[in-house]
């Protein structure tokens, strides 16, 4: 095992960076292999499968512990014998090697057909014609009529295994606790019987298979003493297998699959690395002499290739000895050429390992290099190829031609940092992935893992205050933000005023946030898109958590409906928290109040096959709260979409999609006398397909979208009330009726916004890529019919001049066509969507960003620092004293402003480690100004104005420490600059009473925001035998227990006199504890 | 919809807390703010105030900073009223009203008037004194009529008792209306007393058999410190129906004997109505997560030196209808007094220095405390048996239906 980061190592590293000298970035980039991220966009960046994985961890990736062994290798038709073989159950590869002492190479897995290794054998099935069965070795256990196969994989956990327990599956003597990643290992059995493989989870599995003889089985099991809880299944499958075998010793299926390979071909061939066959008839040491051309001093770039060298667990010689002696120094030359299509490859690295010198290949791929006598060993590299270590003898100059092998793509990607040197593979600038694990582990009011609270500790993200259930991101308004939730739109993403997010975090998996770069699949907001994702089900087993807390509880279920193809997975949460409302004092006036919400995921993924997947999922959420006698808020969510992948050859994807999208909200009065019900809503349908495309360097995507929506501004009735009411003396009678508010409703609008995208992500070479789109959406309005549209263009560039240092610069233009219409300080469910129509404008903003980004440390520590600068055209604020309710003449109170936003966002991401998080820095402004002109009557005069979520200085810090890998503490530290308010300036009489004057709008500025958070997460044990898994958070919520001011308030008591007021909405230390069950 | 404009409740959580809060914004104050406090009452006089704003800070806890520039040193305020028939309304100013006052009694109200202020101040500069003059004017105003006051009742839901009324527009459609009223109401205090206390000869004596309680009954007025604003839009028809204009607990004195409400009714325009709601939203926070923030509003007077100049205030034109409704004592719940009547301890101190701090011998009393039951000479404070101490007035209004005095 490699542990590379000791201190000089981390000098020498920094030096060659510095010096750009990418040759030492071989061994950085191997810690990398599990810091990329899923791997949705793998064209943009090849996996590199490397042999040594440079840090520290518990256990081992090999097959087993035994390391290299000699075997046989049945290899692209030929059979190889005595090489020393491993298997890399990580990425299910066979690894060869010459010696102890050279670099091992990984075989090209669709040439493996089966080989042996310290006594057992090893197959693979696919090749031999087992199309079911999984890609990789299996290892045969029991050769029969019906073979039987044992199946090892390793997969890469977090935390630090168990020294001797069944999660390693053997004892590590290298075991250190304080290491937290391992390798845990999976076992499977499996069957061939009658052309079908089977898997095997335990004894009765088998016998099941052979009802008829269950009872022989039975009896052989006891009368050997067989069986029992620790008798291991590969060795109890054999035995049983071999007894129904009975002593006949039928034929087994090896022999009878393998018949049609022969040994023979020669001896001491060493596999290719590219699979293609190099007959060489000499023996491994000895060159018979006249396989060279003779060199003399001349460096010869002729065509006469010397070598052509593919393979490298071979020793080549270059040049002559003359006279029995060697020459001191000696010149290689060659040609490096690409294995698919011979062409010649420039700009491959050819390092010398003794010397430490280097050359490039220039643009025919020649290269020329110096270097001493003796032993030596070249390293030939290449971005996009795999690489190349070769030992060679100098004796004088000599040739060597060699064709780089392509570089094979690992499939799996590790749990732990999926996050991290994303930004440098991307062109896309300002997107932050978080990955429900990280989203956890943040402690959040009433500790649930919250995806709104992780898009909040983000840089660049605000909300005007706690209770405020929108976010704003880069200075755009909460409306400005597209949510999305599996392809539907999510209108309200919060319950309980902004306290709990509408998303359940048992069935989201990962969240993608693009503040800037916003790809040109996406259009209609003109800030962000927050996109998630939810969870696929099981495939393989039924499983579901059960969480509970102080004010709701969460359960979540999933599983297969047909194994291997179909699976669900559904969710729900519900709140109780009326009866915390009942301990509140009489006086509060929210002693009668209630809240709640609930909500329900359900998904349904069905595989066609690996390259077709149907998706389909649903989700419902209703709230209610009511906080005086009379007043009840309701709103409800229901979507519904269906989602069909087609995965093309070559890294493609068509995708469609369509779905439905309902929000409803309810404002009920029931005031005897002016009493009123009030709905509103928001129905939408879209219909979205996307294709995507890998052509040589470019990813072209197109698509078209097309988004029907129907908007209800208000339908208002007069309440209905039937009560009992008593009188003053006593007497009870029942009152019905209606109250006198007469019944109006505004007209539903109508529109379609269609909208047509091209894409193309270019990678022009290693280190530059550029990234184009262009978006025509529309707007169509029915009745009156009305038209708006235009082209969206996106641009983003990327160049990495050094390893992991990477520069980004982009320009997004977005257009909006629904619109929120709010006045209150925080955003609330009724407050009014608007469709652009004749008379309201879209609202159109363009953004341009750049930004530099590095990691450091080993690839620990992703560091960045963004700028950007935004316009928005048309942003629709209210006028003074605006009516925004059922308004039919909305327009009218409404003014278009252009608003202004710029920023500078800093952030430190530590994404392994015991210590992980982000620390994050940012400073923004966001201005409005009135356009037109309204005179004194315009908002402030027509000068520019605070926005509402304009807080300068915003320091957040979101970190997890894991004390062991049971228990790990998470800290959340998040200051902001107080947000702007519009303050009384004076006093004065006025018709008997005391009034307040007010200031310029937004122009003072509440005391600063600071919050601290702790929490203590612990996971559950390793125990798996236990049936359920339990893990709980405690944790406190406002650690210092700050009395953050969500607004200031004043009021002259109906006119008596004046009183401020502030208002914090958790003005004291909340702390919570949550259960967790898996089962 | 007022309902819903005023009542959005706060939707705070359980650990949400409201603090006192001094404000500390810095007087920003712009000196020429003046605000024009008047309303065109056609049948009526008229009454314009004209004053300044004044700081945040100032006698913040008072409550009744007027600042009437009238009575300013240094300025000079003149108030004209004129009509569209080109007749003019000179304004004489009534120190006792503080305003100035215009006689529009027999105003027509089928004209348009428009009202006129100068302010003339005088300013200390470079050694001399100079005169600087503004002028400030209203547009023309149409004279809204006032809607007719159908009826004014009294209920109780048992703990507050509600004075409704329920008036119409004449007109149809979108009507807003003001109402504002006066209160007067006869009290009496809650006991009388059998005894009093001689200073001179510095000894409690029972009451004279043909003394007549002459601060028994009082009576006492009072004004509103915010008008009830009514709008009927949105509304099936144009009338205010048990609109709600004023409410007291049962308690209070006001219902004791006898109450009775001058009411009048005034009409608005309806951006003299949003002026107004919007004035008082901004007035009465409520501090709800989900109230609309506050915003400045423009009035209708515009300076004519400087048009962007901020005036505060929105003058209306409009008749008014003024309707009278008496209320007796069905409705009271008297208070229990008696925790009033103490027995004095004389060995602390003598009569007279009770006397002397303002309690008064009232009767014989039971008190129990505990197992204790003491009958002795209550005393209680001179409120509680002198109507006049309590802040009540002789003068019985003229309109005053009993004959009580």
């Known amino acids: 095992m490699y542990y590379i980061c000791n201190m000089k190592r981390c000098l020498l590293l920094l030096a060659a960076i510095l ?30 499968v490397v042999n040594r994985y440079a840090f520290r961890y518990n256990g081992t990736y090999f097959w087993s512990p035994s390391g290299f062994e000699k075997g046989d290798v049945m290899y692209n038709g030929k059979l190889y014998r005595d090489v020393s073989l491993n298997i890399d159950a990580y990425v299910h590869e066979l690894a060869a090697r010459i010696d102890e002492t050279t670099s091992s190479i990984y075989l090209d897995r669709s040439q493996v057909a089966w080989f042996t290794k310290g006594g057992d054998r090893f197959v693979n099935l696919r090749y031999l014609g087992v199309e079911q069965a999984p890609e990789g070795f299996f290892q045969l256990i029991h050769d029969g009529p019906s073979p039987v196969f044992l199946r090892i994989d390793k997969e890469f956990q977090s935390s630090p295994g168990e020294k001797d327990g069944e999660i390693i599956g053997y004892h590590d003597p290298d075991y250190d606790p304080d290491v937290i990643t391992y390798f845990s290992q999976l076992k499977r059995f499996y069957i061939l019987k009658d052309g079908e493989l089977i898997r095997l989870r335990r004894m009765r599995d088998l016998t099941g298979l052979y009802k008829d003889r269950k009872k022989e089985i039975r009896r052989f099991i006891s009368k050997n003493a067989l069986g029992g809880r620790d008798y291991p299944l590969e060795r109890l499958f054999p035995q049983i297998m071999a007894f129904l075998d009975g002593d006949g010793r039928p034929a087994g299926w090896f022999a009878q699959h393998t018949d049609r390979w022969h040994e023979g071909g020669g001896e001491g061939f060493v596999p290719s690395v590219s699979g293609q066959v190099i007959r060489e008839d000499s023996q491994r040491k000895d060159l018979a002499a006249g396989f060279f051309n003779p060199e003399t001093e001349e460096i010869s770039y002729g065509s006469e290739s010397d070598q052509q060298v593919t393979y490298q667990n071979k020793v080549y010689e270059i040049g002559v000895p003359v006279d029995g002696k060697d020459a001191p120094r000696g010149k290689v030359t060659g040609r490096v050429t690409d294995s698919q299509d011979g062409l010649p490859i420039p700009g491959t690295v050819i390092w010398d390992e003794k010397t430490s010198t280097y ?55 590790a749990i732990v940092s999926a996050e991290s040197m994303a930004s440098h593979r991307t062109t896309k600038m300002g997107l932050e992935r978080v990955s429900m694990k990280t989203i956890s582990k943040i402690p959040s009011a009433f500790g649930e893992g919250d995806v709104l609270k992780a898009v909040l500790t983000l840089p660049g993200v605000k909300s005007v205050g706690e209770a405020s259930s929108g976010f704003n991101v880069r200075g755009g308004a909460s409306d400005q933000n597209l949510i999305l939730f599996n392809d539907n739109t999510i209108y309200n993403p919060s319950h309980m005023f902004g306290i709990f997010s509408s998303f359940n975090p048992d069935i989201v998996d990962n969240m993608e946030l693009y503040k800037s770069s916003i790809p040109a699949e996406y259009g209609g907001r003109i800030s962000s898109v927050l996109n998630i994702r939810s969870k696929e089900g099981s495939m393989e087993k039924v499983k579901g958590s059960l969480g509970i807390g102080l004010l709701t509880s969460r359960f979540h279920l999933e599983g297969p409906l047909a194994k291997g193809k179909t699976s669900f997975i559904m969710g729900g949460r519900t709140t109780y928290s009326d009866w915390l409302l009942r301990q509140m004092p009489k006086t509060s006036g929210y002693a009668n109040g209630s809240a709640s919400f609930s909500d329900v995921n359900l998904g349904v993924t069905h595989r066609f096959t690996e390259d077709d997947i149907l998706q389909a999922s649903g989700y419902w959420a209703t709230d209610r709260f009511a906080f005086s006698n009379d007043t009840t808020f309701r709103y409800r969510n229901l979507n519904a979409s269906l989602r069909y992948t087609h995965k093309t050859e070559g890294g493609g994807a068509l995708t469609v999609s369509t779905g439905y999208d309902h929000f409803y909200n309810c404002l009920e009065d029931g005031d005897q006398l002016i009493g009123y019900t009030l709905e509103t809503y928001i129905r939408q349908a879209f219909l979205k397909a996307g294709w995507t495309r890998v052509f040589g360097n470019h990813t072209v995507g197109a698509g078209a979208s097309a988004v029907g929506y129907g908007l209800s501004g208000g339908d208002l009735k007069p309440y209905v009330f039937d009560n009992e009411v008593e009188d003053a003396d006593g007497t009870v009678h029942r009152e019905k009726g209606i109250t006198s508010v007469e019944a109006a409703s505004l007209a539903t609008e109508y529109a379609i916004e269609p909208a047509v995208y091209l894409s193309d992500t270019w990678v022009l070479s290693d280190v530059f890529s550029l990234d184009a789109g262009i978006r025509f959406s529309g707007f169509l309005t029915r009745a009156p019919s009305h038209f708006y549209g235009g082209p969206e263009f996106r641009l983003s560039g990327k160049y990495t001049p050094v390893e992991n240092f990477t520069v980004k610069a982009g320009v997004n233009t977005m257009k909006q066509y629904i619109h929120l219409i709010s006045n209150t300080s925080s955003i609330s469910p009724m407050d009014t969507w608007k469709l652009s129509d004749a008379r309201i404008r879209p609202t159109d903003g363009w953004q341009g960003a750049g930004g530099v980004y590095w990691t450091v440390f080993d690839s620990t520590v992703d560091l960045s620092l963004e700028g950007y600068w935004k316009r928005m055209y048309r942003y629709l604020d209210y006028k003074s004293g605006a009516r925004l309710s059922m308004n039919p003449n909305l327009a009218d109170d409404l003014v278009e402003t252009t608003g202004k936003a710029y920023g500078v966002e800093f952030m430190a991401k530590k994404t392994v480690g015991r210590l992980n998080g982000w620390i994050s820095y940012s400073y923004s402004r966001t201005f409005l100004r009135e356009d037109g002109d309204r005179g004194v009557a315009a908002i402030n005069g027509g000068a520019w104005y605070n926005a509402p979520y304009d807080k300068p200085h915003d320091l957040k810090l979101a970190l997890n420490y894991a004390l062991t890998h049971r228990y790990s503490i998470s800290v959340n530290v998040d200051y902001s600059t107080g947000r702007p308010v519009t303050v009384p300036v004076g006093q004065y009489f006025y018709q008997g009473g005391l009034r307040l004057a007010y200031s310029a709008r937004n122009s003072y500025r509440i005391p600063d925001y600071f919050r601290l958070d702790a929490a203590v997460n612990i996971d559950p044990g390793h125990y798996l035998k236990a049936l359920a898994h339990t893990s709980i958070t405690i944790g406190v919520y406002n650690v210092t227990g700050r009395k953050n001011p969500y607004s200031v308030y004043f009021t002259t008591n109906h006119g008596n006199q004046i009183r401020g007021y502030m208002l914090s909405v958790f003005a004291t230390q909340i702390p919570y504890i949550n259960l967790n069950i898996l089962f | 919809m007022k309902k819903y404009l005023a009542i959005l409740a706060a939707a705070c959580s359980l650990w949400s807390c409201i603090y006192p809060f001094s404000p500390d914004f810095g007087d920003e104050l712009d000196d020429d703010t003046i605000v024009i406090d008047g309303t065109v009452l056609i049948g009526q006089e008229s009454k314009v105030a004209v004053r300044k704003m004044v700081p945040l800070t100032q006698a913040a806890s008072s409550g009744t900073t007027r600042q009437d520039l009238s009575l300013e040193k240094g300025y000079t305020v003149s108030v004209r009223l004129e009509d569209s028939a080109g007749e003019t309304y000179p304004a004489h100013y009534d120190p006792y009203a503080s305003a100035h006052v215009i006689n529009t009694v027999s105003a027509s109200s089928d004209r348009q008037y428009r009202l006129f202020v100068e302010i003339a101040r005088q300013v200390y500069a470079d050694g001399t004194f100079s005169t600087e003059v503004r002028h400030y004017e209203t547009p023309w105003l149409d004279v809204m009529q006032a809607p007719v006051i159908d009826a004014i009742t009294f209920n109780t839901d048992g703990v507050w008792l509600e004075v409704r009324a329920d008036a119409h527009a004449e007109k149809e459609g979108d009507a807003y209306f003001r109402f504002d009223y006066e209160e007067t109401w006869e009290f009496h205090p ?14 409690i004596l029972p009451m004279p058999e043909d003394w007549e309680n002459d601060v028994y009954n009082c009576w006492l007025s009072a004004t509103p410190r915010e008008q009830v604003l009514y709008s009927t839009r949105g509304l099936v028809s144009p009338k205010a129906e048990h609109c709600r204009i004023a409410r007291f607990p049962r308690g209070n004195n006001r219902c004791q004997e006898m109450y009775s409400i001058l009411l009048k009714s005034m009409a608005l325009t309806r951006e003299a109505y949003e002026y107004h709601e919007t004035l008082y939203k901004n007035s009465n926070q409520g501090g709800s997560l989900f109230e609309t923030t506050p915003s400045e509003i423009r009035g209708n007077i515009t300076c004519v030196e400087d048009s962007t100049a901020i005036v505060l205030g929105y003058v209306s034109a ?10 007796d004592g069905r409705y009271y719940m008297a208070p229990n007094y008696e925790f009033e009547l103490f027995h004095p301890d004389y060995t602390d101190m003598t009569p007279l220095q009770y006397y002397a701090m303002g309690y008064r011998p009232v009767k014989e009393w039971t008190i129990v405390t505990g197992d204790i039951r003491q009958t002795a000479l209550a005393w209680a404070q001179r409120r509680c048996i002198d109507c006049v101490a309590d802040g009540g007035s002789k003068i019985k209004p003229a309109y005053w239906p009993n004959d009580h005095r």
Not at chain 1, 41 to 46: A, D, H, P, T, V
Not at chain 1, 370 to 378: F, H, T, V, W
């Open chain 1, 19 to 48: 010096l750009f000298s990418p040759l030492l970035a071989q061994e950085v980039l191997e810690e990398s292999i599990f810091s990329k991220a899923a791997g949705t966009n793998s064209q943009l960046f090849r996996g590199k």
């Open chain 1, 359 to 413: 050359v490039r290949s220039d643009k025919d791929g020649r290269y020329s290099i110096s270097l001493p006598a003796g032993e030596n060993m070249l390293h030939f590299s290449e971005y996009t190829k795999e690489d190349l270590h070769l030992r060679i003898i100098v004796h004088g100059n000599g040739g060597l031609d060699v064709v780089m092998p392509e570089k094979i793509t690992t499939l799996r990607s």
């Open chain 2, 318 to 327: 409009t008749t008014v209808k003024t309707r009278r409704a008496f209320m």
């Open chain 2, 190 to 203: 809650p006991f009388e007393p059998e005894f009093f206390f001689d200073v001179g000869s510095g000894r």
